[in-house]
């Protein structure tokens, strides 16, 4: 009886924005007579930081400072359509949005200002809340002066307003799965090595570190990405080692009902996480990102079975992978019986869990 | 650039971490009623009777709200995608999984609505459930599912069942060097967002309702609202965007419509907040999926072909599962280039819960199986794990499942760069690997009709 380390690889894909795409996300922006600039946008952050990153995306594109956006994604009466905040879009295709309603404020801003210093706008620009001539940084106003000039003087508004769609795409041929177009917005990819630590007595695996590679296009807010990529990591620990909604499947009872019988992961349970972020600029994202959320979750599992075949030599594909799970696994290789059935070219692992083993109803095989 | 690419403190971090940040419970309301749902305590049952006279004519009570006050009864969330809708907003006649709804009381307390539901006569004929979808297409199997039977059977139009095929596979495996076969099996995963579903819904003066919702997709739940109530976009004011964690369970709209009701019928606010039990035992969760993979390989490690069989846990009702489904048969070669494909998905419905969205939806379960198949068959071949995945890594102008070039695929880029961070050598002609398309020795005969034209992403 011992505790035995093994380290297992995983490497994933995942797309950005809907399968299939047709998802629109809409956004429209006004400047007060100060100059600071309100958002409105639909898109519901759900922890993920879309508030501060969609407001990152308005202050780079007009060129002023953060703490000058206000974002309000409150209510469908003021704020426009956007599809939700699901299928890791809400950088990508709902920035999109931002992006273009604050380019117009740019230009509208630019407009105004060009009227008051009396120069070209091509030969202006904007940064830090201030317009300035190209090359002759001297001479400029600031944004708050040009939106005051804009109310008092011109009588005008600045707004923008801005939408985007990655027109869906359809099956064409429903036998091959043929689509006409991309049927994602951008694809990000990731890999990870999970380390473990497995109890041949209790059956109980422990966590001991995971490193991941990301390449998410571009990182807006690098402390957000790492916020998703770790919240990920450990919701993939409970998805490999601890969580099940129907512990006794098939049946469905003695179902957790609450924090104390339905385990996620804890301090406890927190390993060790290393990351590297790699930047790999999408052609259509916003400043070239990809979305993250979700696929944070999607390689540990994975990792965490390799690392456990590795450090006893069982493979457990029914998941979550409990400790009663592991044993009988170790019960079983004991016993002989863990070896895939071997036949010629063929070597067929987990004979037993096949729909084979179950109905002839479904005939399935090579 | 400044701003994007700063690590700038969240817009909103200060309020979420004093307790400031107002969610949906903490809304108050004048005259605000709290509400309760009566569940079906059967996995697969007839209604036979229901009788909410003894409940409504409680003192508290001032709405109870059921089936027959459902403008819409039946909205497909994917109507939109040409889906059928399939799920009741509260069962009429029968109910599917044990924790349905049927009916929601509004009352001047919880505890009066709670007593409510307790007093609401249901009489029940129970029938034999299903649970494990593999029996699923058994014909002794009891039906589940009105609408499609035991699995969905209208993917584009009329075929019961989500396929891929691409290239031979038939020549993939008489070529096969060696066939290895796996099944692995995921299981459902409930989302725990510390905010339960919880929702406020407001009669206004003016006719209009306000709904304080959690939902992480306003303009969807509104229009799912909209479609039950029978009402234009203008009568109704989604209020939210401000969630208490949701990975994927709160884009049901799970309580919006239902405490809408209330509100209009009893003509005052009504507040809805689902117990942490209810959360756990009667929201919508991450689904199981069953997949079998046959991978045909040659002796020097590339995969030529690919056969594989899902079989996807919808629940009673089919919700998204479609939508994940096809995602899922999208991503069945993970972040691998294999040219000859055969899959089959299905959509099987059982008497749990109905499964919905979680993070990573349709793909989670999938990448799994796909990477510890891989790493069995390195083994099987005795290869080195990372030069298994470099050699079939997807390459810049190979062909998806659906056969769009990759524009931009970094799986060699993230192997490598994970091997320096945990100190793997990798060989020279590893490290010395890229994305560009495949030339030479990357380049065999069996790779040549896979590379596309390129502008895929």
Redesign the interface.
């Known amino acids: 009886m011992a505790v035995h380390r093994g380290?297992?690889?995983?490497?994933?894909?995942?797309?950005t924005g809907m399968?299939?795409n047709g998802d629109p996300s809409q956004a429209w922006i006004k400047v007060k007579p100060d100059g600071r600039v309100d958002v409105f946008s639909?898109?519901?952050?759900?922890?993920n930081?879309s508030?501060?990153v969609q407001?990152?995306?308005v202050?780079?594109t007009i060129g002023v400072?953060?703490d000058w956006v206000t974002?309000d994604?409150?209510?469908?009466?003021s704020?426009p359509?956007?599809?939700?905040?699901?299928?890791s879009r809400a950088t990508f295709v709902a920035g999109n949005a931002v992006l273009k309603a604050a380019r117009q404020v740019r230009e509208r801003i630019l407009a105004v200002a060009s009227r008051e210093l009396e120069i070209d706008p091509a030969d202006l620009e904007v940064a830090d809340g201030a317009v300035s001539v190209k090359g002759t940084p001297a001479k400029s106003m600031g944004v708050d002066e040009v939106a005051g000039a804009a109310t008092f003087v011109h009588g005008e508004l600045l707004t923008g307003d801005g939408a985007h769609l990655n027109p869906g795409a359809a099956?064409i041929d429903?036998?091959?799965?043929?689509?006409d177009?991309?049927?994602?917005?951008?694809?990000s990819?990731?890999?990870?090595?999970a380390e473990v630590e497995v109890d041949d007595e209790t059956g109980d695996v422990r966590v001991l570190s995971l490193?991941?590679?990301?390449?998410i296009g571009?990182?807006?807010?690098?402390?957000?990405v790492e916020g998703q990529i770790d919240g990920?990591a450990v919701?993939?620990l409970?998805?490999?080692l601890l969580?099940?909604?129907?512990p006794y499947?098939?049946?469905?009872e003695h179902?957790?009902?609450?924090?104390n019988t339905?385990h996620?992961p804890t301090m406890a349970e927190l390993p060790e996480i290393?990351n590297?972020l790699?930047e790999?600029p999408?052609?259509?994202g916003p400043?070239g990102a990809k979305g993250i959320?979700?696929?944070?979750?999607?390689?540990q599992?994975?990792?965490i079975?390799?690392a456990i075949?590795d450090a006893v030599g069982v493979?457990v594909?029914?998941?979550?992978i409990t400790p009663e799970r592991v044993l009988a696994a170790l019960d079983a290789k004991r016993e002989g019986r863990s070896e895939p059935r071997r036949e010629g070219?063929?070597?067929?692992?987990?004979?037993e869990?096949?729909?084979n083993s179950?109905?002839s109803?479904?005939t399935?095989?090579? | 650039m400044k701003v994007v690419g700063a690590r700038l403190p969240r817009y909103d971090g200060v309020g979420h971490v004093t307790g400031r940040t107002t969610y949906v419970d903490d809304v108050r309301v004048p005259g605000m009623l709290h509400a309760a749902a009566l569940r079906s305590v059967h996995h697969n049952a007839r209604i036979t009777r229901l009788d909410t006279g003894a409940a409504a004519a409680m003192a508290g009570v001032h709405a109870v709200v059921t089936h027959a006050d459902v403008p819409l009864l039946v909205y497909g969330h994917l109507s939109g995608a040409g889906i059928p809708g399939d799920e009741p907003l509260l069962a009429k006649d029968h109910v599917r999984y044990r924790g349905q709804p049927i009916a929601l009381v509004a009352a001047d307390t919880v505890d009066i609505a709670r007593a409510a539901c307790a007093a609401i006569e249901v009489d029940y004929e129970e029938l034999p459930a299903l649970f494990d979808v593999r029996l699923g297409f058994d014909g002794d199997a009891p039906v589940i599912n009105d609408t499609f039977g035991n699995w969905y059977d209208q993917y584009e139009g009329n075929l019961d069942v989500r396929q891929i095929r691409k290239g031979d596979i038939d020549a993939a495996m008489d070529a096969a060097d060696l066939i290895v076969s796996g099944v692995y099996r995921t299981q459902s995963v409930e989302q725990v967002p510390l905010e339960t579903q919880v929702c406020v819904a407001i009669p206004e003066p003016d006719g209009r309702l306000t709904i304080h919702t959690c939902t992480q997709a306003m303009y969807f739940s509104l229009g799912v609202v909209c479609s039950h109530l029978q009402l234009p976009m203008s009568e109704v004011k989604m209020v939210g965007g401000t969630v208490g964690g949701g990975f994927g369970g709160k884009v049901d709209t799970a309580s919006d419509t239902l405490t809408a009701l209330a509100a209009q019928k009893s003509g005052q606010p009504v507040k809805w907040r689902w117990t942490r039990e209810e959360e756990m035992l009667a929201s919508g969760n991450r689904g199981p999926w069953h997949m079998e993979i046959i991978d045909a390989v040659t002796s020097d490690g590339w995969i030529l072909g690919r056969k594989m069989l899902t079989i996807h846990d919808a629940g009673a009702y089919g919700r998204f599962s479609v939508y994940g489904l096809t995602k899922h048969s999208f991503h069945h070669t993970g972040a691998y280039s294999i040219p000859n494909l055969h899959f089959d998905g299905y959509v099987v419905f059982t008497n749990k819960i109905p499964t919905t969205a979680m993070r990573g939806y349709g793909v989670t379960g999938l990448s799994t199986a796909i990477e510890v198949h891989a790493e069995r068959v390195a083994k099987e071949l005795g290869m080195d794990p990372y030069e298994f995945r470099l050699k079939n890594a997807n390459r810049v102008n190979d062909t998806s499942p659906n056969r769009i070039a990759y524009e931009d695929p970094s799986t060699v880029e993230v192997l490598q760069s994970l091997a320096a961070a945990t100190g793997v050598e990798l060989g020279d002609g590893l490290r010395a690997m890229t994305r560009e398309q495949r030339s030479g020795d990357m380049l065999p005969d069996h790779l040549v009709a896979q590379i596309g034209s390129g502008g895929g992403h």
């Open positions: 380290k297992g690889l995983a490497t994933v894909e995942y797309p399968n299939q639909g898109t519901a952050d759900i922890g930081g508030k501060t407001s990152q995306i202050a780079e400072p953060y974002y994604n409150s209510n469908t009466d704020s359509m956007c599809t939700g905040t699901f299928a099956i429903p036998t091959t799965g043929e689509v177009k991309p049927p994602h917005a951008a694809i990819y990731a890999a990870c090595t490193t991941q590679a990301y390449d571009r990182a807006m807010n690098p402390t957000l990920g919701m993939g409970g998805f490999g969580e099940d909604c129907y499947y098939p049946t469905a179902r957790g009902d609450g924090m339905y996620v290393k590297v790699m790999n999408s052609s259509g400043y959320g979700e696929m944070s979750n999607n390689a599992p994975a990792a079975a390799n075949h493979w594909t029914e998941f979550p070219r063929v070597v067929a692992f987990d004979e869990l096949s729909i179950f109905t109803a479904k399935w095989g090579a």
